[in-house]
């Protein structure tokens, strides 16, 4: 078997993330509906707000953990200004850290990550861990769940992920694209990057993905490009593959 070199998503694909994400939004919502509710402001218009505000933060600046916290009082001020309620440094001071506090969440591993990356690792192949965020945020969930026995150094933090970025892995790394997987619960920053270098892509579906990660996919496999539902599947996918090429 040809040994391959696999990049894997951390968020959402090895570790669960965008559930804490959406149970701070909860509270926040609670607090906002508090605050405002004299004024007839609903939760679905507030929801629909902060992920406005928020996506538009990552479309400017990447990645970056401050967006999260600002998306709560950028929601916060632009009610207060419609309905000419005077906004509160307390209330303010509140929002920014419940924002914060998504970052401070135990790191929960996805079912059969250590089975899965045993399993392949066993196998003969190299493994890469590719993720995006800030690099000390990323770092404490490597740690917390002792990944560099899998990775090693072959780990690369972005503030973006982007088809720039993963053209830049590529190239510096010396992959072969024939050889190389993409393994990642992100339409936008993973698969579609992958498929546009033309390595082979897993998409890992999930159960509440983020609205910035679902994009239509209009680029042609060059290679292997799968959908699973669970971690445990992806060795006998790619063995399986493997076998038949």
Request: proline content about 2%; glycine content about 10%; aromatic content about 14%.
């Given at each position: 078997m040809t040994k391959q070199k696999i990049l894997f998503d951390l968020d959402d694909t090895l570790i669960y993330c965008n559930k804490y994400f959406y149970h701070v939004i909860d509270q926040f919502v609670d607090a906002m509906t508090k605050w405002f509710g004299g004024y007839g402001l609903t939760e679905t218009v507030i929801r629909e707000k902060q992920t406005e505000i928020d996506l538009a933060g990552v479309h400017a600046e990447?990645?970056?953990s401050d967006h999260f916290p600002e998306s709560f009082i950028?929601?916060?001020?632009?009610?207060a200004s419609f309905y000419g309620r005077a906004c509160s440094a307390v209330e303010e001071d509140f929002l920014w850290k419940l924002g914060r506090s998504v970052y401070d969440h135990q790191v929960e591993p996805y079912p059969h990550m250590e089975e899965t990356l045993d399993a392949l690792a066993s196998s003969g192949h190299e493994l890469h861990l590719y993720t995006g965020g800030e690099l000390l945020i990323q770092e404490r969930k490597i740690k917390a769940m002792q990944l560099e026995r899998y990775?090693?150094?072959?780990?690369?933090?972005?503030?973006?992920?982007?088809?720039?970025?993963?053209?830049?892995?590529?190239?510096?790394?010396?992959f072969d694209r024939s050889s190389t997987w993409m393994i990642g619960n992100s339409?936008?920053?993973?698969?579609?990057?992958?498929?546009?270098?033309g390595i082979h892509a897993i998409h890992m579906k999930t159960d509440m993905e983020w609205v910035f990660n679902v994009v239509g996919i209009e680029v042609a496999p060059k290679g292997a490009f799968f959908t699973l539902q669970a971690l445990k599947e992806v060795p006998d996918t790619i063995h399986g593959y493997l076998g038949r090429t």
């Open positions: 990447g990645f970056k950028g929601t916060y001020r632009y009610f990775f090693d150094q072959r780990i690369y933090v972005r503030s973006r992920k982007n088809i720039e970025a993963m053209e830049d892995i590529l190239a510096t790394g010396g339409i936008r920053t993973d698969i579609v990057p992958a498929l546009t270098a």
